[in-house]
């Protein structure tokens, strides 16, 4: 696997093949697949073949393209006396740091006396957890579990796997700390301390549809004055546009 130094994706919404993605509309793993492979990452066969947590770093990479050092992320006090929103001051680069340090190793845990070990979950994984269609979440739990299993589990029942899920999550949680993760936060209101949950995948994503909305709005004023096409548009390098968009400014300034 390659490092995640050594690839030099593109920003997203610099491309008009970016316009294409819906984002509020099917299934996530695919979606980041397209993102991974639409923005030079990786293709997508290697993309459905990254772990879960390689998948979101790379996300969070394309994301972070243009960012400022600091981000924040807000936050409702877990205490019901309180309930005040706060913010959570974090960099890209604390968060990818904090994925690199777990190592990426297999977790294991002890199950009746034996150590069993898991792999990390991968794109290809969520695809064919998708594709099984689980009538419930307790059989995708289940289903996920086995799948998982480094040794042959095909004998396992459903008891067994329930009680190795119940106890594997924290081990999975450590392997790939961008899957759960969870920010820690005192809340200045009230100083209760608790723990919250981050969906870095809709972290991204959010960022993504606000890159589209840049794109179209690009789009309406150079189309709307010069009365160019979308294809013309954007085969006009972006920072050609900014200049056509910084000239239609500074004459509406007049």
Known sequence: MM????VSPR????DFSDLELDFDAGPRPHLTTRVIALCGAVDESSAWKMTVGRRIELLLTIAGMGMPGAFAINVRCSNPACRKMSEIELTM?????????AGGSPAAV???GKTIRLRRPTGEDQLAWL???PRDSREGTLLAVRSLIEDDASDWSAAK??????I????LDECDPLVNFQVAAICPECGFNSSHPVDWTEF????????????????HRLASHYHWSESEIFAVPAWRQRLYLTALDQRSER
């Open 11 to 14: 920003a997203f919404g610099s």
């Open 168 to 171: 594997a999550e924290d081990s």
């Open 110 to 112: 002890e199950l009746d």
């Open 93 to 101: 680069h604390e968060v990818l740091e904090h994925s690199a340090a």
């Open 161 to 166: 796997l329930e009680k190795l899920a119940a």
């Open 204 to 219: 991204a994503f959010s960022r993504f549809r606000e890159a589209q909305r840049e794109q179209v709005e690009t789009v």
């Open 131 to 133: 594709q099984a269609r």
């Open 3 to 6: 490092a995640l130094e050594n």
